[in-house]
Each structure stands twice: as structure tokens, then as C-alpha cells.
């Protein structure tokens, strides 16, 4: 249904007066034939027959009306200044945001008129009409709707409420000085500290406190200035707002945890975990790959001991499989167990799939020097750009350059870019219900391993009629079975479902090759028109810059469409996620209580766009990025060793306050000296008696029993 605008939309997409639209109705799309209630036409002008400009600034001004969000504002002292940070809008708690969604609602009729063109015909194409219909309808009075509709206009949706404190989410304790020690004491500094808890943190925001109070009024000198740059006045004493306030412990722990997880585990752990983390992944879209359009291969050490023959007789070693599988139908398609892997393991599986499958479009490997040889690639490697030049010297070229198959390397350190390294998993569970297994590392070697040696000693001596342990042929007919049979086995995985009379199950890789190897029909997902909806709401955990959900049997993967890694600072969050079932493309983000924006579902990366090297430019950006900013950080503020810590207490060191002397009133010394004095006269004749008693009993001649005579001994 088209859209009918009246005469003052189309004056303001024209940028014109009304009156001029009246003149100039001909010139459009006109219509009259509805009657107002004094019985003069209206008049509606069709939205296609302006010109262009004026139909992109009439939807412009539209889509603004109907989601209309505050600008971010200014980052809040504290958070990163970066594209990491994360993103404020207009401060609106679940219970104001619920109010404002109810509101809106109610005036949505009023607001896009497009939408609910039946209730517009309805009542004759009045908004005074609809207005009463809508305060009878909603038991609301006609006056309110007018406020809410003119607070829409004006403010947008978070004018439909009250606003909220406008520090909300600032702290109201901490200062700009306070807030950038924490920060930089979080992250830690080679040579100077290693990672702090919060407690010790907090004590050594304490001991600064008190020295930067000490030398408030003194220059720092040289010194000073170089570690307390940007916090000096011209003189070079701490300026007021670099000294620190006090705050509590609690404050303290509040604020450190909202330091994004992503500088502080590029900080404390490295880029490697990082990169394990905390950044955006690439998801393939594997079912638009065709058998044999790519063939993955690696190597994976054994997790068990063969025996293998050398010049000196039998010896024991971990072997390895170099292994090919294809990208689309995880099919294991050639395999060898070799003692040490090369470019001859390599060149051994390459052969074996070429004679039983044919040729691949292309290989897909990681950047090992027996992978990066001049027998298959030839001298120089050739990726992208390079393949378009048409002649090569004969002399360059390698053998997958002579059949005309491409090679593909990938990302240098990530284990996740080959499909193939996490079906290595189930190689790793064959191997620990082996007899022979020996753990993936000294200290996970079982115990019955030790015995399996000696048995094998014993065997090499002679004491022994059987080995203990297979020769690496037997393991290598052992795993021949085994891979055969994995083919064999239901893989789940993106684009290996099926239907089954029970509802949907998984193709085995056998299966799966037999129904694509000839022809596989290509999906597509076309881009659909988003729009905000405020429908359903998950809590979800953002990990590695996005939010991941599943919704029908298919994952969603959500990003910002504008900065894809902006969603890195919450790493870790809990966040909101509002999503229209019958629009699942884009959703509305929601952290704090606070909009976010608007994520879009990622579309499932296909081999050989350009989106994976878009992806890695933005992985490294905010690699840069991050590291840029903890440079910055120590680069700012400084924060005292050890040394320089004990130093500044014995300068900052309380002087001791010494008790007052209470004076004692004349007569106490007079009342000690009588009670010591009655205390001795006491003593006295207790002695006396017990004297008394010992005479009598010797004039008797009784003689006194052990506890007596140890009691007149004493």
C-alpha cells in the first residue's frame, strides 16, 4: 500500500509552504475524494510522485520519528576513549523503558500512519476521530495522548517517560585522578608491577593519597614531571584535581569490575589469550561449499607409543597422522601414520586422494615449513593477487601449481581457522581407550603405562615371548578402521542436517558425499529490511564481540553493523537481547538498563570472500588498539614500585601521639599504703597459726602424713 502524505509532510519534504503544495497539486499524485467534516476534500499526495530528494528526506525524517535514539554522549571518566567503549544512550530503568514501550504503543497509530491505514479509513481519515478512538479504546484521557504525542515529537521515545538521574552509571565518589589510577594500577606493567588484586590496589591507592597530600604545595622537580605529566600546574605541584579522595574498599571493587575483560586479559594474560577470548570470530557458511572445492590438512601427534625399527633394533615413539578432510561433508578422504611428519607425509596423503577422488579446487593448510615447500607451491607462495598471472616459469612452479590446485594458508596461531583441528578430537578419544595410551603430556600419563615399558625392556631382552606395544604398521591398519568408520558415524555441524520420520537428524559423511558429490544447489540468505521491535527479550553473555543465539535450529550470531568490535568492551556482560520472532535479522542490544543500538545477525562467512580478511583487519585494529591504550595508560599515570612505595610511607610515617598522664588525687597513695600494710599483718598471723599447729602434733608424738609434712616443709 502506498503512502499518502498530507499537505504538511509534503510542504516539509519539499521544503516548501503549504499554501505552494495547494497551488502546485497537479505538478503530484493527488487525491480528494475523501471529505472532511466540514465537507471540504482533503487533500493526499502520493509519496512516489515526489521527487527523489524530497522522498528520501520524508523517510529520513520518518525512520527518525519512529526510532529515534540520543546521541552517545561523552565517555564517563574511567571508561576507555576509544572505539572499545561502550556506547550511552538516554538512561532509562527496566521499569521506565517498559512504560515508555506501553506509551509508545498506544500512539503508534498517530506516529506511522502507514502501518494502520485501516483504522485511518475507518474514521475518515481524521486524526481527531482516531485520537478519540484511541482514549476510549486504551481508557485514556484525549488531552494525554496530545502530551505524548507532542513529547514523541520533540524527544523521542525516551521523552515518553521521566528521565532518569542524569549521573547515572558516573561515579560519585571518585575523581578523574582516582579513576585513572585504578585503571592503570588494573593493568599490569612490566618491570615495574605484576597483577594487583583489588585489595592490594586498594592500599596503594591509600599510600598515594596520603603522598600526594604531603607534597601538595612542593614542586616535584624533574622527576615529577616526568612521571606526573598533564596532573602539575606551571610550578610543578600536583594541580587540586590530581589529588585523590577517599573511598571506600567496596567502591573500589565496584569499579574494577567494569573494566572490560578485553584490556585487562590483553594486559595480565597476553595476546595469545586474547586471541583466544576476547575477539570476534568468523563463522562459515559450509553448506554453500561444494565436495572437493576445498581439502584441509594437518598434523596431530598420537596420544600413545608404537614400536618402529631402527638400525639398532626396536624403539618406542609417539607417532603422527597427517590427515586431508574435506571442508564441506568433514568426509576423511586420505590419512597416513608416519614417525615424524614432512612434506613427504604430505605428499603421501595428497597422492592418495588425488587417485581415489580426484582433484580439489583447493588446499587448505596452515604456514609449516613442510606444508610451505618448494615441491608444492613452488618457489614463491602464491595467494590471492598472484594467481590471476597466467604464466609461470617452469622452473617455479609446484606440483599443485601444475595440476592447477590453489593453496590457502591460514591465520598464523589460530588453530580454529582449519575444520579439521576440532575433528582431531575424536582421533584424541580413539587413542585414550587404547591400551597403549600415554596422555597428551608427561603429567597425564596413567600409571600402567610404567608397566607397559618394562614389559617392553623385558621383550628386548629376551625375557619376554610377546611385545607389549604394536608396531606403528599395526596402528597405522588401526586407525585405517577407525577413520573409515568415523565416515561412517552422524557429525553434527552446520549444513549436515537431515529429516528423518522422528523430526531432523544428521548425515554422516559418507551420506552427506554421496547426495552433494555431484551437485550441490547453492543457498543464499538475502538481506532483509530491519526494524526496531521490542517483542521478546533473552539474557545473553557477550563473547568475543557478539551475542549468539538459537532460534529454530539455527544460531544467530549478532553484531554492531556499524563498529564490529565495539561490542568487545562488554566481553564477559550480561546484555538484553530484544528480537522480533518474525524478524530475526536485526535486534535491539541493551545493557544497564541503557539501548545499546541495534545488532544484525552476522551472515555465515563463505570461503574465499573478502569478509575474512575484513574480519582480521578488525581483529587487528583491536589488537592495536588495545595495546595502544595500556601504553597510554602507564604512559599517564604513574604508579610507584615497591621501593618508591616504602620510601613514601617512611615520608608520609604519622607521628606517634603519646597518652596524657592522668594525675592522681593526694589520698590514693595514703589508701595503697594501709591495704599493703593490713595485706602484711594478715600473712603474719596466717604463719603464726600453722606454727601453733606443728608444735602440737609433735608434743603428741603423732606423726604427720605426706600432705602435712609437704605443707610445714613449705
Not at 500512539?107 to 474514521?123: D, K, M, S, T
Not at 601427534?301 to 609417539?318: A, I, K, N, P, S
Not at 614432512?342 to 582433484?359: C, E, N, P, Q, T
Amino acid at each position: 500500500m502506498t503512502a499518502l502524505l498530507t499537505k504538511r509532510e509534503a510542504a516539509e519534504a519539499l521544503g516548501r509552504s503549504e499554501r505552494w503544495v495547494e497551488q502546485h497539486a497537479e505538478r503530484f499524485a493527488a487525491e480528494r475524494a475523501v471529505r472532511a467534516r466540514n465537507g471540504r476534500p482533503v487533500l493526499r499526495i502520493r509519496l512516489e510522485s515526489l521527487p527523489p530528494e524530497a522522498q528520501k528526506a520524508w523517510a529520513e525524517r520518518h525512520r527518525q520519528k519512529v526510532v529515534e535514539i540520543a546521541p552517545a554522549a561523552e565517555a564517563a571518566p574511567g571508561q576507555l576513549a576509544l572505539g572499545l567503549t561502550m556506547p550511552e544512550a538516554p538512561n532509562l530503568s527496566v521499569e521506565d523503558r517498559a512504560e515508555a514501550e506501553k506509551r509508545y504503543r498506544i500512539i503508534e497509530p498517530l506516529v506511522a500512519p502507514e502501518r494502520h491505514r485501516r483504522l485511518w479509513i475507518a474514521h475518515g481519515e481524521r486524526s481527531g476521530a482516531l485520537i478519540t478512538f484511541l482514549a476510549q479504546q486504551h481508557q485514556v484521557a484525549m488531552r494525554t495522548i496530545y502530551a505524548w504525542l507532542k513529547a514523541f515529537k520533540d524527544g523521542g521515545l525516551p521523552a515518553l517517560v521521566t528521565k532518569d538521574r542524569v549521573d547515572r552509571g558516573r561515579p560519585r565518589v571518585f575523581n578523574r585522578a582516582a579513576l585513572a589510577f585504578l585503571l592503570a594500577a588494573s593493568l599490569p606493567k612490566k618491570g615495574c608491577y605484576g597483577n594487583l588484586s583489588v585489595r592490594e590496589i586498594y592500599r596503594a591507592y591509600k599510600e598515594e593519597r596520603a603522598w600526594r597530600a604531603a607534597h601538595a604545595a612542593t614542586p616535584l622537580g624533574e622527576f615529577g614531571r616526568a612521571k606526573y605529566a598533564g596532573w602539575l600546574d606551571d610550578a610543578g605541584r600536583l594541580r587540586s584535581d590530581a589529588q585523590l579522595p577517599e573511598a571506600s574498599y567496596e567502591t573500589f571493587r565496584a569499579w574494577a569490575s567494569k573494566i572490560p575483560d578485553a584490556v585487562k586479559v590483553m594486559a595480565r594474560d597476553g595476546e595469545d589469550k586474547f586471541s583466544a577470548t576476547q575477539e570476534i570470530l568468523s563463522f562459515r557458511e559450509l553448506s554453500q561449499i561444494q565436495p572437493l572445492e576445498y581439502l584441509v590438512m594437518d598434523h596431530r601427534r598420537l596420544d600413545l607409543f608404537c614400536m618402529t625399527r631402527t638400525r639398532d633394533g626396536w624403539r618406542l615413539v609417539r607417532p603422527w597422522l597427517t590427515a586431508a578432510i574435506d571442508m564441506r561433508t568433514r568426509k576423511w578422504l586420505g590419512w597416513s601414520i608416519v614417525e615424524t611428519p614432512s612434506s613427504d607425509s604430505i605428499a603421501s596423503v595428497l597422492k592418495r586422494v588425488f587417485l581415489d577422488w580426484g582433484l580439489p579446487e583447493a588446499c587448505y593448510w596452515d604456514n609449516g615449513k613442510d606444508f610451505v615447500c618448494e615441491w608444492l607451491e613452488g618457489r614463491e607462495r602464491r595467494q590471492g593477487e598472484a594467481y590471476r598471472v597466467t604464466e609461470f616459469d617452469t622452473a617455479t612452479r609446484g606440483v599443485l601449481e601444475t595440476l592447477g590446485v590453489r593453496v590457502h594458508h591460514a591465520i598464523v596461531k589460530r588453530a580454529r581457522s582449519k575444520i579439521i583441528e576440532p575433528n582431531f578430537g575424536n582421533t584424541a578419544l580413539f587413542d585414550k581407550n587404547t591400551p597403549w595410551w600415554c596422555g597428551h603430556k608427561p603429567d597425564a600419563r596413567p600409571e600402567r603405562l610404567e608397566q607397559l615399558v618394562r614389559q617392553h625392556e623385558e621383550w628386548v631382552d629376551g625375557r619376554r615371548e610377546e611385545p607389549s606395544f604394536k608396531t606403528i604398521e599395526e596402528i597405522a591398519a588401526l586407525y585405517d578402521d577407525f577413520l573409515m568408520d568415523l565416515n561412517e558415524r552422524e557429525h553434527t555441524g552446520e549444513g549436515m542436517e537431515k529429516i528423518t520420520p522422528n523430526g531432523r537428524g544428521w548425515m554422516c559423511p559418507n551420506e552427506c558425499w554421496e547426495r552433494l558429490i555431484g551437485a550441490v544447489p547453492k543457498r543464499t540468505a538475502p538481506p532483509e529490511v530491519i526494524q526496531f521491535c521490542f517483542h521478546k527479550r533473552k539474557t545473553l553473555t557477550v563473547r568475543n564481540g557478539g551475542v549468539q543465539q538459537t532460534f529454530g535450529g539455527r544460531v544467530f550470531h549478532y553484531r554492531m553493523p556499524s563498529n564490529p568490535v565495539q561490542l568487545m568492551a562488554l566481553n564477559g556482560r550480561e546484555v538484553e537481547l530484544s528480537y522480533d520472532p518474525h524478524d530475526l535479522g536485526t535486534a535491539a542490544l541493551y545493557f544497564d538498563g541503557r539501548f545499546l543500538g541495534l545488532v544484525e545477525n552476522v551472515e555465515l562467512r563463505r570461503m574465499g570472500e573478502d569478509a575474512f580478511i575484513e574480519d582480521e583487519r578488525e581483529r587487528r585494529a583491536a589488537r592495536r588498539e588495545v595495546k595502544d591504550f595500556i601504553r597510554q595508560v602507564h604512559r599517564a599515570v604513574h604508579i610507584p614500585d615497591v621501593m618508591e612505595r616504602a620510601s613514601r610511607r617512611r615520608d608520609v610515617r604519622p607521628a606517634r601521639i603519646e597518652p596524657e598522664r592522668i594525675e592522681e588525687p593526694a589520698a590514693v597513695p595514703a589508701a595503697i599504703a594501709a591495704a599493703c600494710t593490713a595485706a602484711k599483718e594478715e600473712r603474719d598471723f596466717s604463719f603464726e597459726q600453722a606454727d601453733v599447729q606443728a608444735v602440737d602434733v609433735i608434743e603428741r608424738d603423732e606423726r604427720p602424713c605426706d600432705d602435712e609434712f609437704q605443707f610445714f616443709s613449705n
